[in-house]
Nanobody, 123 residues
Framework: VQLQASGGGLVKAGDSLRLSCTDS????????VGWFRQAPGKEREFVAV????????YYADSVKGRFTISRDRAKNTVYLQMNSLEPEDTAVYYC?????????????????WGQGTLVTVSS
């Protein structure tokens, strides 16, 4: 599985960004897909996950109410809409394919990972 994350960039606090995750081999249509992030010097942490059919969205408390995960099955793409960005959101963001149709926050349950896209939020 070749997952490709894109859409990162440098923004100011309060701005928005939308990240995209595509699967070049079109193999994650029946799987949950999650977003994780890793800030410099920190462990990779869970951000959000969405079920195979677009339901079952679940968020980390730190992004709840600001981030929205969605997927377009026709385009084989999962999105992460990030609003009201804060400097604490600065990290490399990774998308990952879950082993099952609906997933949670445990990294061990994710089978394939993309290469990451950098989000930098200035104050």
């Amino acid at each position: 599985v070749q997952l490709q994350a894109s859409g990162g960039g440098l923004v100011k606090a309060g701005d928005s960004l939308r990240l995209s995750c595509t699967d070049s081999r079109r193999t994650f249509s029946n799987n949950a897909v999650g977003w994780f992030r890793q800030a410099p010097g920190k462990e990779r942490e869970f951000v959000a996950v969405i079920g195979w059919n677009g339901s079952g969205a679940y968020y980390a408390d730190s992004v709840k109410g600001r981030f929205t995960i969605s997927r377009d099955r026709a385009k084989n793409t999962v999105y992460l809409q990030m609003n009201s960005l804060e400097p604490e959101d600065t990290a490399v963001y990774y998308c990952a394919k879950h082993r099952k149709s609906f997933g949670g926050s445990s990294r061990a349950d994710y089978a394939s990972w993309g290469q990451g896209t950098l989000v930098t939020v200035s104050s």
